[in-house]
């Protein structure tokens, strides 16, 4: 019974995510600067741990639409992920599944302007499909970066 209720849950997170995306609920990249701006701040004034707590929490004012965030530092360590927490402590410098290396990309711009866009595909959410997405990324006081991402 349990197997069950847990297979009619996953399924139904699975349908509000891709009606999600049939519904027009997808946010705009502006939306996605404004979030990635918002992350910045909150890392500066609550400092990094309060702040990656509230990027996880469903309440915590992060979660809008299909935007998260996500921060790494400039080695390519994930260090907070709110959509899929098992990337935290991983290196993903070298990572390219759907033909760029997007976290390199991300660490050049931090690094050499602080903060801009990054252009990558990425697998569209209720889909197999990889489509073009576009990240807002910006360093912080604490020397690392968060992004926020949307699809073009």
């Known amino acids: 019974m349990i197997s069950r209720l847990t297979a009619i849950a996953a399924g139904a997170l699975l349908c509000g995510t891709f009606n999600l995306a049939l ?9 996605a600067k ?3 701006q918002k992350a910045q701040t909150a890392v500066n004034t609550m ?6 707590a509230a990027f996880a929490a469903d309440d915590g ?7 998260y965030v996500f921060c790494m530092d400039m080695d ?6 709110a959509m899929k927490p098992e990337l935290v402590g991983k290196n993903l410098l070298d990572f ?3 033909g760029d290396t997007l976290f390199k990309n ?11 866009w990054v252009d990558y595909k ?3 959410p209720g889909s197999d499909e990889i489509r073009e997405k576009t990240s807002y990324v910006m360093t912080n006081d604490g020397g690392f970066f968060c992004g926020v991402g949307a699809y073009k």
């Not at 400092?47 to 990656?52: M, P, W």
């Not at 991300?106 to 801009?116: L, N, Y």
């Open 61 to 67: 004012g992060f979660k809008e639409k299909d935007l």
């Open 106 to 116: 991300m660490i050049e711009v931090a690094k050499t302007s602080g903060e801009g």
């Open 23 to 31: 519904a027009g609920e997808m946010a705009t990249p502006d939306e």
């Open 47 to 52: 400092g990094q741990d309060k702040a990656f």
């Open 122 to 124: 990425w697998p569209y």
């Open 34 to 36: 404004a979030m990635s």
């Open 96 to 98: 390219n599944k759907y």
């Open 76 to 81: 390519g360590v994930m260090l907070s992920h």
